[in-house]
């Protein structure tokens, strides 16, 4: 699997739409990783950190696209609501919790991920999410 992942932050679907072919460049506060699926991962960390079953949270539309296709192609998706005040929310000590129960769900999955990867990244988003909580702005994820 080789994907480039890059949470970012928008105004609004609209604005977050556009950077559907180039990604969100340098003009948007972003963090950027690779190689996990991105769609999966924020409906666990929802299930996680706010509760809510995978198939329930699918079911109920996360993550919720706003431009592309979900088939592999380019995709810009929307954090939910409840995942972003989640993460915002969520102390240090719960945010590695949290990071460490998704390297287990995976490893169920023979998905292999760094315990050391999974904090930073979640840990990231969480600063991200915040940042853009404090500017009246949404978080979302460009997938290529």
Known sequence: MSTIITFFVALDDTAAALVLQTGPGRACESVSFGNFDPEEAVVEWEGLLAGGGFEELVEAGEPRI???????GRVVFALSPVLSTALADAEPSRLRDIAASWVRLRAADCEVIDTEIADQIVGDLAALVSDARRQGRGVYCWVA
Do not use: E, L
């Open 66 to 72: 706003v431009a592309g296709q979900d088939d592999g």
